[in-house]
């Protein structure tokens, strides 16, 4: 064991800055200063990071050219009681990062990997979009302006958000085809240059970014997330999440036609859609008990008859 910030064998997966220097946490430069190697994207750029945090411990190159090759080395030297800490040039390693290939060959081997966590762009920019339910995280879509079409048509309908990473280069081309494969009003929130000095967040709908990245010739430079929000319920999710729990509690109590009024006043939705309902769940216990539902004034037809439906 090199120090008791560690334990032998281990590979440890820290998590680094996004842009500020100070945003580290104080295990990840215990386990830094503590590891007998570590494992660097870029040892350029990591130099800076560890030169601010006065760590001295010896740096070696793994990206996604030699994450392979490499593999077989370190794992040997892990065997040896050895430990390692894995950082990339930013943020989090493995996601959209250098990582998962030794993990894998790490975890097979039979020695312990431990993370520790600390800034992501992903968490960074959730934590400021103020979106709430699911979201899924795409990364980088292709860079091939088909294959990246493609990727958004299976995003376009998801009832969640998602989340992509861009390059500068790229984010007019991405907007560009979300502008037309997405609804003009779904929002967007593009959070730029986090926690660095031109940090920004915008929420606009799509068919406001093309004018919004047009007005400043700033609003393309830095590094982006790009978070899609969910497209909004539709009227029918909305009957279904809202309206027909409603009725299901009024029909245990009330005759159809008083459950479907009341049901109506109290969330607002359409009469016709409430009827439809009652009446499906109405035949739907008819079939089960082996009955026939036998109540016929109350029909979907019915709920026109005083010309209120809405
Ligand atoms: N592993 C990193 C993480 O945990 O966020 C991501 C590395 S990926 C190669 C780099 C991409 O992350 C950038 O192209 C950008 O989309 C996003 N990113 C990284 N730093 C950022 C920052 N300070 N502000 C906004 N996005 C950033």
């Given at each position: ?28 430069c215990a ?5 007998d190697?570590i494992?660097a ?8 990071l560890?030169?601010?945090h ?15 090759r490499?593999g077989a ?10 430990s390692f800490?894995?950082i ?5 390693p ?9 993990v ?5 081997a039979g ?7 600390g800034?992501?762009?992903?968490t960074a ?34 009832r ?8 500068p ?5 991405l907007?560009?085809?979300?502008v ?13 240059e986090?926690t ?11 068919a406001q ?8 010739s ?5 590094e ?22 409603v009725?299901?509690?009024l ?11 009341l049901?109506?006043?109290i969330t ?15 035949h ?5 008990t ?12 019915n ?8």
């Open positions: 064991m090199s120090n008791s910030s560690v334990d032998p064998a281990t590979l440890y997966v820290v998590a680094t800055p996004i842009g500020n220097l100070a945003d580290i946490t104080a295990r990840a386990v830094l200063a503590a590891v190697g494992l994207e870029d040892t350029r750029v990591s130099a800076t560890l030169r601010h006065g760590i001295a411990t010896p740096v070696s190159a793994l990206h996604q050219h030699n994450e392979a490499r080395r370190i794992i040997e030297r892990l065997a040896a009681g050895e800490a894995l990339s040039d930013a943020g989090t493995g996601i959209s990062d250098p990582g998962a290939h030794l894998r060959e790490v975890r097979a020695h312990t990997i431990v993370p520790i966590p800034p992501s762009a992903l920019a959730l934590s400021v979009a103020g979106i709430e339910g699911p979201v899924l995280f795409a990364g980088f879509l292709p860079a091939r302006a088909a294959a990246r079409q493609a990727s958004i048509k299976t995003f376009e309908s998801a969640l958000a998602w989340v992509v990473y861009e390059s280069h790229r984010l007019v081309a907007v560009d085809d979300l037309a494969s997405l609804e003009p009003t779904r929002a967007v929130i593009i959070a730029r986090l660095k000095r031109f940090e920004s967040v915008v929420r606009l709908p799509i970014l093309p004018a919004w990245l047009a007005a400043d700033n609003h393309v430079r830095g982006f997330v790009v978070v899609i929000e969910a497209c909004a319920q539709t009227a029918a999710d909305e009957i279904g999440t809202t309206a027909f729990p009725l299901d509690v029909l245990e109590e009330l005759s159809l036609a008083q459950a479907v009024r049901a109506q006043k607002g939705a359409r009469r016709n859609d409430l009827y439809a309902h009652a009446l499906q769940r109405q739907a216990a008819g079939e089960s082996g009955e026939s539902t036998g109540d016929t004034s109350d029909t979907a037809d709920a026109d008859a005083d010309g209120t439906d809405r």
